[in-house]
């Protein structure tokens, strides 16, 4: 019996386009103005400290933000870079410039199911600040207090099955009792190489009755009274 669902969030919570066409171009054309207004703030001048130890070198403030400009467009996934995209995504929410996306049945479905008993967690590739910046300023309000507890790839990568036994320890209970919920394949092999329970979310193509995990369209075609795995019925 389910206990708890641990959901990922781009592609099956929220849409993969949030991220790529809002929050993403957002961080780059604000991001110069952002470091040249808060250079000296507590929370961001170690962030400029480790761009010039990432690079070897003494860069002014203007080649810093040259190279975080360029790390942007190379996709490159450096932690002082993700620490300042935090930040001015943080900014972006508390000015109202966007809210977090949220498929309505996710919103719905999560509710529906904090009220029944279940427990709820996020686990995902983006880190915690985000996953909390996202869940707290949604259309549909804060939706923080809905989760219990948030897992980032701190507790490894989503594609390894040890990842998942880790957060099965973590939460202490027995993987069987833990709904796993992703738009990636090789995350919910992952997952059910634990002995999660998976279901895969396929919100823009037509769910194949033989795929390896049971393909759902929305959260509104999950039903976590029956066991999900293939072959578990």
Excluded at 54 to 71: D, K, M, P, R, T
Excluded at 110 to 120: I, V
Excluded at 156 to 170: F, H, L, M, V
């Amino acid at each position: 019996m389910i206990k708890a669902i641990v959901t990922d969030i781009e592609g099956t919570t929220s849409s993969i386009l949030f991220v790529k066409d809002v929050l993403f171009p957002y961080a780059r054309a604000n991001l110069p103005d952002y470091v040249r207004c808060h250079e000296r703030d507590p929370q961001v001048k170690p962030l400029l400290d480790d761009v010039c130890k990432e690079v070897g070198s003494e860069l002014s403030l203007e080649q810093i933000i040259a190279q975080l400009i360029q790390w942007i467009d190379e996709d490159k996934k450096v932690t002082p870079l993700k620490s300042l995209q935090g930040l001015i995504w943080e900014a972006g929410y508390r000015q109202g410039d966007f809210k977090g996306h949220l498929y309505a049945d996710a919103a719905e479905k999560l509710k529906s199911w904090k009220a029944h008993g279940l427990d709820l967690y996020v686990y995902s590739s983006g880190s915690v600040y985000a996953q909390k910046l996202l869940f707290g300023h949604t259309e549909y309000g804060d939706l923080t207090p809905l989760f219990s507890g948030y897992f980032d790839t701190h507790i490894g990568g989503k594609r390894e099955q040890q990842s998942y036994d880790n957060i099965a320890k973590q939460l202490d209970m027995p993987a069987n009792q833990l709904l796993f919920l992703s738009d990636i394949k090789e995350e919910l092999d992952a997952a059910k190489a634990a002995g999660f329970e998976t279901i895969w979310l396929v919100r823009d193509g037509t769910p194949d009755p033989q795929a390896e995990h049971r393909q759902v369209n929305n959260f509104n075609q999950i039903d976590v009274g029956r066991n999900t795995h293939r072959g578990h019925k």
